[in-house]
């Protein structure tokens, strides 16, 4: 008869189980180590098993900010199926895609997973559309981007158990989005966060084909002539699958042979690295990416995408609709504030009316936004006469 298993006392795991043993076993001396971290704003005692940057990737994951995700379109809205991308499962595949990247190139990937999970987080609802209807409401009170409020929500909004307000996240994951928010600083990021970016683009480029051609916006015959489609041509079999197949064989093989030439280009940029540390790499100006002929291919792909399926008549309409609908709920709320929650009534005194109420649209899920439009702006008429 076996016996039954015992647990083994954490103590007597270490040190060669310890996160930090982990981090000096595994990566290479470019990498950001979570045991240099410059910390967070709030102290807090290391947790036991976990490195600070596997902590900020749970504070993230668990966020009301992240779950709401599943209701934000990346480009297709609900009412075009339910086969497209949202912006969590966009997210999610960019964080298995960095993931690989940081893994390969020996670099922190808890780091690389806290700052993929935490790159979308703020954008509102119905993607890039909504993003610009809330620009044009706030233009004059500070403008608005989803870059900028993902670091919002981690640091004010966002509410844990503690008594300050926000996620209390490393200053290594939140300088990541802070470099997403001003992108023309000059400044040379880490290692890391260029891995996040660079999963980013190649993701929503591959889905984003992938969701054109499942929901008829795209043809094959249109994709005939781009560079990435050519190459995956030698590859893979396109011409003898089935119509599904040959749209997942291309998406497959479009990714790999991004990652696989982003991966062999970015070895020989960091074998010149030798023993410099994160920061030096970030002095001497390494930044990683494609061979020049590869980028060439994948901007071409991407004007495609502009021009093709981001402009598509069908998404040109989504975008009015969406950008009126949010227009009215602004100018609704801003005349009438004692119609938003609470919690935004307390904050329109701190952070004024027009920002408060374009945090408060900027949380919402497409069908949150569209119900709440209905109930405030297409049945409320009668008691707003003056906002239209």
Same mark, same amino acid.
């Given at each position: 008869?076996?016996q039954?298993?015992? #647990? %083994?006392?954490?103590? =007597?795991?270490?040190?060669a189980?310890?996160?930090?043993n982990r981090?000096?076993?595994?990566?290479a001396?470019y990498?950001?180590?979570?045991?240099h971290?410059?910390?967070r704003?709030?102290?807090?005692?290391q !947790?036991?098993y976990?490195?600070?940057?596997?902590?900020?990737r749970?504070? %993230?994951?668990?966020?009301s900010?992240?779950?709401?995700l599943?209701?934000k379109m990346q +480009?297709f809205?609900?009412d075009?199926g339910d086969y497209?991308?949202?912006?969590?499962?966009?997210? *999610?595949?960019?964080?298995?895609?960095?993931r690989?990247?940081g893994?390969?190139?020996?670099l *922190?990937e808890?780091?690389?997973?806290a700052?993929?999970?935490? !790159?979308d987080?703020?954008h509102?609802p119905?993607?890039?559309?909504g993003e610009?209807?809330?620009?044009?409401?706030v233009?004059?009170?500070g403008?608005?981007?989803?870059n900028?409020f993902?670091?919002?929500?981690?640091t004010r909004?966002?509410q844990?158990?503690?008594s300050?307000?926000?996620? =209390?996240l490393? !200053?290594?994951?939140l300088?990541?989005?802070?470099?997403? #928010?001003?992108k023309d600083?000059?400044?040379?990021?880490?290692?890391e %966060? @260029?891995v +996040?970016?660079?999963? $980013?683009?190649?993701?929503?480029?591959?889905h984003?084909l $992938?969701?054109?051609?499942?929901l008829?916006?795209?043809?094959?015959?249109?994709?005939?002539?781009l560079?990435? +489609?050519?190459?995956?041509r030698?590859?893979?079999?396109?011409?003898?699958?089935s119509q599904? *197949?040959?749209?997942q064989?291309?998406?497959?093989?479009?990714?790999d042979i991004?990652?696989?030439n982003?991966?062999q280009y970015s070895?020989g940029?960091?074998?010149?690295?030798g023993?410099?540390?994160?920061?030096?790499?970030?002095?001497?100006? %390494?930044?990683? @990416?494609m061979?020049?002929e590869?980028?060439s $291919?994948k901007?071409?792909?991407e004007?495609?995408?502009?021009q093709?399926?981001?402009? !598509?008549?069908?998404?040109?309409?989504?975008r009015?609709?969406?950008?009126?609908?949010? =227009?009215?709920?602004?100018?609704?709320?801003?005349a009438?504030?004692?119609?938003?929650?609470?919690?935004?009534?307390?904050?329109?005194?701190?952070?004024g009316?027009e920002h408060? +109420?374009?945090?408060y649209?900027a949380?919402?899920t497409?069908?949150?936004?569209?119900d709440?439009?209905?109930?405030?702006?297409?049945?409320g008429?009668?008691?707003?006469?003056?906002?239209?």
């Open positions: 008869m076996s039954p298993t015992r #647990s %083994i006392p954490l103590r =007597n795991l270490e040190p189980l310890s996160w930090q981090e000096r076993l595994l990566l001396p990498a950001m180590f979570a045991s971290s410059m910390g704003e709030h102290s807090e005692a !947790h036991e976990r490195s600070p940057f596997q902590r900020d749970d504070r %993230i994951l668990h966020s900010a992240f779950r709401r599943s209701g +480009v809205t609900g075009m497209h991308r949202t912006r969590l499962t966009h997210t *999610n595949e960019v964080s298995s895609l960095a690989t990247i893994r390969t190139l020996r *922190n808890d780091l690389i997973e700052m993929a999970l935490l !790159h987080i703020g509102p119905f993607g890039h559309c610009d209807a809330l620009q044009a409401c233009k004059d009170f403008g608005f981007s989803h900028a993902a670091l919002e929500l981690a909004i966002e844990r158990y503690t300050y307000p926000g996620l =209390n490393t !200053h290594e994951v300088s990541g989005q802070q470099f997403r #928010s001003d600083s000059g400044t040379v990021p880490m290692l %966060i @260029q +996040v970016d660079s999963a $980013d683009s190649i993701a929503y480029d591959a984003d $992938d969701d054109a051609l499942k008829g916006l795209l043809n094959w015959q249109q994709l005939s002539g560079g990435l +489609v050519q190459r995956v030698k590859l893979a079999p396109l011409d003898q699958s599904n *197949n040959r749209r064989m291309l998406v497959h093989t479009l990714i991004q990652m696989d982003f991966l070895m940029l960091l074998a010149e690295a023993q410099l540390d994160s920061q030096a790499v970030q002095d001497v100006g %390494i930044l990683l @990416q061979s020049p590869m980028q $291919d901007e071409e792909l004007d495609f995408l502009f093709h399926v981001y402009r !598509h008549p069908k998404l040109v309409e989504v009015m609709r969406a950008a009126t609908r949010l =227009n009215q709920l602004y100018r609704l709320l801003k009438y504030p004692q119609r938003l929650p609470e919690r935004f009534q307390k904050w329109c005194a701190e952070w009316v408060t +109420v374009a945090v649209l949380g919402m497409d069908r949150f936004c569209d709440q439009y209905i109930a405030l702006v297409e049945l008429r009668d008691l707003a006469q003056d906002w239209s």
